[in-house]
Nanobody, 126 residues
């Protein structure tokens, strides 16, 4: 099992930036894919971005393309989500997640992930 502890988030104005962090502990060697999801009130959990532990290959959801950057520090076992040009529609609870399966592609469904962080609120004011 992988334990995930998130930090960052908060309130920001439209056009601003935030960085989320997710520190992993436990069986971190099994976290082959790390990802960020978000969930707005009344909506399903949405894939934002993912990164592979080996090679650092990344994948982004449509809402994150060109504005968000996911990165990973394997020494610190920490994954980051740098969010720029934030919009009110980015307001949501953001979650980091670990997929312990070994696969080439990225799973974008939340059901495919094994371990979850506690969630952190991001609010973008207009």
């Amino acid at each position: 099992q992988v334990q995930l502890v998130q930090s960052g988030g908060g309130l920001v104005q439209t056009g601003g930036s935030l960085t989320l962090s997710c520190a992993a502990s436990g069986r971190t060697d099994s976290a082959h894919t790390m990802a960020w999801f978000r969930q707005a009130p009344g909506r399903e959990r949405e894939f934002v971005a993912g990164i592979k532990s080996r090679g650092g290959r990344t994948w982004y959801g449509d809402s994150a393309q060109g504005r968000f950057t996911i990165s990973r520090d394997n020494v610190r076992n920490t994954v980051y989500l740098q969010m720029n040009s934030l919009k009110p529609e980015d307001t949501a609870v953001y979650y980091c997640a670990a997929d312990r399966s070994i696969s080439w592609g990225f799973i974008v469904a939340s059901e495919g992930y094994d371990d979850w962080g506690q969630g952190t609120q991001v609010t973008v004011s207009s």
